[in-house]
Structures are given as structure tokens and as C-alpha cells.
């Protein structure tokens, strides 16, 4: 949950869920698989992609990295209009997704 999220607009919105699953062990070099499909990051775990990313050998081998698979905003179990606020739910765009994503991932200062 990102508290206070300010979209690239202006608009603010008090709360916003970024839904994210994950593979592998934390401890592990962590890699964050974005796409510009606006779907689920569950999409990445049917065995067309798993398989040839995520499996023991390949590119993105769970085994050896912490895999992190977002759903943008507005898809999958992140915040989207639907979820109440309908068309005063804040215009969003890929740079807000961007922007969401790295405030997950990056350390919080202060």
C-alpha cells in the first residue's frame, strides 16, 4: 500500500494498492518484471512464460533470483476505478505506473 500517492496529473489519492506476487527467496538478487501489457504480473506464472523464465536453468531462474511480478495500476488486485471511486479515481498512465513500481521496490528514506 502506497500511502499519499501524487499521480504525474497532480491528483493525489490516499491510498493505492499495488498488488504484486513474487518467486523465489527474498534474500536473493531481486528483479522486477514489468510489461506494457496493463495485464496481471499473473500472466507471467502460465507455463508459456514460467517456463522459459522462471524455471531451474533459465534466464530468471527462481531458484536464483527474487522474481517480483506487479500488476499495474488499474489491473489485476491493484487499485482501479472500479474498486469505488469510478471516474474520480485520479487519470493515470504508464510514468505513474513506473513511478508506483519504484516506490515499492526502493528503500523508504528517512
Excluded: C, W
Excluded at 54 to 76: C, E, M, N, Q, S
Excluded at 87 to 104: E, I, K, N, S, T
Amino acid at each position: 500500500m502506497l500511502r499519499q500517492f501524487t499521480f504525474g496529473s497532480g491528483d493525489t489519492i490516499p491510498e493505492l494498492r499495488l498488488h504484486y506476487r513474487t518467486l523465489g527467496d527474498s534474500a536473493s538478487p531481486a528483479v522486477l518484471v514489468l510489461h506494457g501489457t496493463g495485464g496481471p504480473g499473473q500472466q507471467f506464472l502460465n507455463p508459456a512464460f514460467h517456463d522459459a523464465l522462471f524455471a531451474p536453468g533459465k534466464l530468471l531462474d527462481a531458484h536464483r533470483h527474487y522474481v517480483i511480478l506487479p500488476d499495474g495500476i488499474g489491473h489485476g488486485a491493484s487499485s482501479k476505478p472500479s474498486d469505488g471511486l469510478r471516474a474520480r479515481f485520479p487519470r493515470y498512465g504508464y510514468q505513474d505506473m513506473v513511478h508506483a513500481q519504484h516506490a515499492l521496490v526502493a528503500p523508504r528514506r528517512g
